[in-house]
């Protein structure tokens, strides 16, 4: 397959796109960032890497963040994991409080705020130090040991983050939530400043392409089965309540930030990595899907 005549094409459209969406502002460092950032990264399996554009500048992963924690806890944990957040698409906003009160604190999936809040309290019960390890288990995966956070895109998120407490407060009303609430937000927050180019989240997405093993030395970081799972839950609940349309239009499983990232991967082939900070209206990078669903169809194969 020419990837990189693929991406160079992708490359040529892009610009002439006018961009509709608007960078996130309500975590007002993220707002700082230049809506004209814009890099693609592309690794194959069988033939390594495809790129073009700002691919190896680092950016806040945000919700990509929320494959990484789950991916710990499911491989801490069995199915009892999901007696605690279940797998089913929201159909809603990545924030949303609704459907947890008539759900009785239980979220509907591991991508949406709620459920990435239960995976955080989760790891937070087992681990001795849940910042250290995921920052560990990000380096190793990545194969990079100086991914760190951005501090500033932490203190920025957690002088606002009104919403996540509330669904912290609402599901500790339903005994969902064991630790402390500043515990678990203060984790949560940490796991979405983590900065990362697109080349470092392909990198690390090909445990997910590659039945659970890193590509370099073969290590199953997670079992083949609940790789597959995980792809699943990406695949149905990646990308909040345009799922769906993601589906319909890319047919990768992925998971997007509104830090402007999308990552995605075809199982077996490769993992991909797109970054464009302006989002649609259901929080996800326009052009990043864009650029997706032109791979899929230049390509002409999605894992449908
Ligand atoms: N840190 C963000 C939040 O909790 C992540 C949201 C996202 O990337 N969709 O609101």
């Not at 494959?67 to 924030?95: H, K, W």
């Not at 890319?250 to 997007?256: A, D, Q």
């Not at 990232?261 to 075809?266: E, L, M, R, S």
Request: hydrophobic share 40%; charged share 20%.
């Amino acid at each position: 397959m020419e990837y990189q005549q693929i991406l160079n094409t992708i490359k040529l459209e892009l610009p002439s796109l006018s961009h509709t969406g608007q960078v996130a502002s309500y975590i007002p460092e993220l707002a700082k960032v230049s809506s004209n950032k814009l890099g693609m990264h592309l690794y194959c399996i069988n033939s390594g890497h495809y790129s073009f554009g700002d691919h190896e500048e680092r950016f806040s992963i945000q919700s990509i963040s929320k494959v990484f924690s789950l991916t710990m806890a499911m491989s801490i944990f069995d199915d009892e994991l999901f007696q605690r957040v279940d797998v089913e698409p929201s159909g809603n906003p990545f924030n949303s409080l609704i459907q947890l009160e008539y759900e009785n604190g239980i979220p509907r999936n591991p991508f949406i705020n709620a459920g990435a809040l239960v995976i955080s309290d989760t790891l937070i019960s087992e681990l001795k130090n849940p910042k250290q390890d995921f920052l560990d288990f990000i380096r190793d995966i990545t194969e990079n040991n100086n991914i760190a956070i951005n501090p500033k895109v932490f203190r920025s998120e957690k002088e606002c983050s009104f919403r996540n407490a509330a669904l912290l407060n609402l599901m500790k009303s339903f005994g969902n939530i064991k630790n402390d609430i500043e515990e678990v937000l203060d984790f949560y927050i940490f796991q979405c400043a983590v900065e990362m180019s697109c080349k470092e989240l392909a990198i690390a997405f090909m445990i997910y392409a590659n039945g659970g093993k890193k590509l370099s030395n073969s290590t199953q970081v997670l079992s083949l089965q609940k790789t597959k799972r995980i792809n699943a839950i990406m695949q149905t609940c990646g990308f909040y309540d345009e799922a769906g349309e993601f589906s319909f239009r890319v047919g990768l499983p992925g998971k997007s930030g509104v830090g402007g990232g999308i990552a995605a991967v075809h199982p077996g082939q490769y993992a991909v990595t797109v970054w464009s900070p302006p989002l649609n209206p259901k929080g996800n990078s326009a052009l990043g899907m864009y650029a997706l669903e032109r791979l899929t169809t230049l390509t002409g194969y999605s894992i449908f």
